[in-house]
């Protein structure tokens, strides 16, 4: 059964989050050290909460994976990728396992 892990930024107040590393060499470091072990990736910009509310995200990342111990092997290699962190937000991540029922 597919498992997903969900990294999601929350905006604060004192929040900030650089995109543009984010996109060109964060997720870069997801592909390299996760890569072998993933089905796929992707990274979704918090736009909004919904109509004239503000998002309450800076953004979430979705990481699909065969099943939980290929999940396991890529964290396993996940040291520089949570160590990057810092290099485009002080957001403090949430995180969220879980498996894909549809």
Do not use: R, W
């Amino acid at each position: 059964m597919p498992v997903s892990m969900q990294v999601i930024y929350p905006i604060t107040e004192d929040s900030h989050f650089d995109y543009d590393y984010y996109t060109s060499t964060h997720m870069a470091l997801v592909a390299e050290h996760f890569g072998p072990h993933m089905q796929s990736a992707q990274a979704t910009k918090g736009l909004a909460g919904g109509p004239k509310t503000p998002p309450a995200f800076h953004a979430i990342a979705t990481i699909v994976f065969a099943d939980q111990d290929a999940m396991k092997a890529a964290m396993a290699n996940a040291g520089p990728v949570v160590g990057d962190i810092p290099n485009f937000t002080n957001s403090k991540p949430h995180t969220l396992i879980g498996e894909v029922i549809a």
